[in-house]
């Protein structure tokens, strides 16, 4: 995997930059044993937040929001994707390069924001299937992932769709849900089984959640406070963590059952 994330702080000039991704890619090219000519994933973390930073730096240095995606995407934040779609076309470019992929990590909220870089990553960047994380549909959970509603992810499988027709390909999304994450309510979960049985996903999609090191959900499932909405002595936000095992089992249960009984228990 070539990251394309970059760091936001810092300035650069892009002719430099674009040279010194082309130099990264050939010397994959040059020194990988038995290198085919096919980059599996240019993605990263984030596929395309490459170059996105803060208008002013000044109002950054200032600024105390947790993300500059969440709520909403905040005005401030240049969400171009303009060098990024210049940067695919470089590594396209290269000598001895026959496909560069993005495998996973789309920020499909600003993905929609560009038409032309949706229709450019299917068109030169998918092989079949695009991995994407709206995480659930129900904002209890969402709100503590800061991810958008599942509104933002029916856009972005819109233009994706559209763009795949476009192209004459076929190609599909493959979106990925939590179980159990810290402030899912047993109705959430019910709510996103449904979803997926009406929008014919199978159960394989979900995981249960997991608290690993240095997240701020892991905070919250040992706390039982929300640190997004600030810690107060007796004032913080509680967060209902799924911790007993008969209750993990139920949320999981219920993306992985629900989708697979008749059709009958889904609301038009
Ligand atoms: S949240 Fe807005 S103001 Fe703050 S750093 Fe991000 S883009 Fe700038």
Redesign the pocket.
Known sequence: MVPAIEPQHIHWNRRPRLLHARRQIEKIRDKTPGFTGVISDIGGPTANMYRMA?KDPK??AA?R?PS?VFPEI?P??NTSHDDLIRLYRKVRETKGIKKVMVASGVRYDLAVESPEYIKELVTHHVGGYLKIAPEHTERGPLDKIMKPGIGAYNQFKRMFDAAAEQAGKKYYLIPYFIAAHPGTTDEDMMNLALWLKKNRYRADQVQTFLPSPMATATAMYHTGVNPLRGVRRGGSDKVEAIKGLRQRRLHKAFATTIPTIGRCCVKP
């Open positions: 803060c109002v950054e600024c929001r500059c905040c401030n934040l």
